[in-house]
């Protein structure tokens, strides 16, 4: 199993993909073809599979509506919700980051 429950955290949400694809459904459900849009980086065929490795860990819900086209729709599961708190984490010390507004090393920004 894992050594440190940081490994199990990455296991399911590590990689650039995963993240990216995680904080924009926190800000609700999206079709395949919007997150294709908001991550136009990404490869269909990467994206695919990124969203199938999520919900196979139970951190995405796939909702797939009968009509013609198909309608497929992903947004968090309940486990999925409780990683909101990370991911903000994750966003906001990004945007301190990029700012330059963390502290310098040995500094303790106090």
């Not at 849009?37 to 199938?52: N, S, V």
């Not at 819900?61 to 013609?68: E, F, G, K, S």
């Not at 984490?89 to 980051?97: P, S």
Request: contains cysteine; charged residues 30%; hydrophobic residues 35%.
């Amino acid at each position: 199993m894992y050594e440190y429950p940081v490994e199990a955290t990455l296991e399911v949400i590590g990689g650039k993909w995963k993240t990216l694809i995680l904080c924009h459904l926190t800000y609700g459900p999206k079709r395949t073809s919007e997150l294709k849009k908001l991550i136009p980086e990404i490869t269909q065929k990467m994206l695919t599979q990124q969203l199938r490795e999520l919900e196979e860990d139970g951190v995405i819900l796939r909702t797939v509506y009968n009509q013609v086209p198909p309608k497929v729709v992903y947004e968090l599961s309940e486990l999925g919700e409780s990683l909101r708190p990370v991911i903000d984490v994750m966003c906001d010390w990004g945007e301190r980051y990029i700012q330059g507004k963390l502290p310098e090393r040995g500094d303790s920004g106090l």
